[in-house]
Nanobody
Framework: QVQLEESGGGLVQPGGSLRLSCGVS????????MGWYRQAPGKERELVAS???????YYKDFAKGRFTISRDNAKNTLVLQMNRLQPEDTAVYYC?????????????WGQGTQVSVSS
């Protein structure tokens, strides 16, 4: 059973930074694209950024120039470095395969990590 565990969230002031990590167990991520997603209160979950198995990256417009996605296949981890955070970045952040059904059935979402940006 694949399990996803996100960590690194917290409360930061506007302009601050956070580094999110995602540990994956039950499956090696090296053969798959991975993604960071987020869900703000009252909104649908959305993609933030994705990274192919070879390291090519894609960012939604709101993440471009501020966020950096990276992966360590040997450690089976995914990282999202977030800089210049703004209040609109407040959300629960999740990692998953990209797309979530890349391995066949959709991998169950983890609990996510809360990111709150406020002065």
């Amino acid at each position: 059973q694949v399990q996803l565990e996100e960590s690194g969230g917290g409360l930061v002031q506007p302009g601050g930074s956070l580094r999110l990590s995602c540990g994956v167990s039950g499956s090696m991520i090296g053969s798959y694209a991975m993604g960071w997603y987020r869900q703000a209160p009252g909104k649908e979950r959305e993609l933030v950024a994705s990274i192919t198995r070879l390291g090519s990256t894609y960012y939604k417009d709101f993440a471009k120039g501020r966020f950096t996605i990276s992966r360590d296949n040997a450690k089976n981890t995914l990282v999202l470095q977030m800089n210049r955070l703004q209040p609109e970045d407040t959300a629960v952040y999740y990692c998953n395969f990209y797309p979530p059904n890349a391995r066949g059935p959709v991998v169950s979402w983890g609990q996510g990590t809360q990111v709150s940006v406020s002065s």
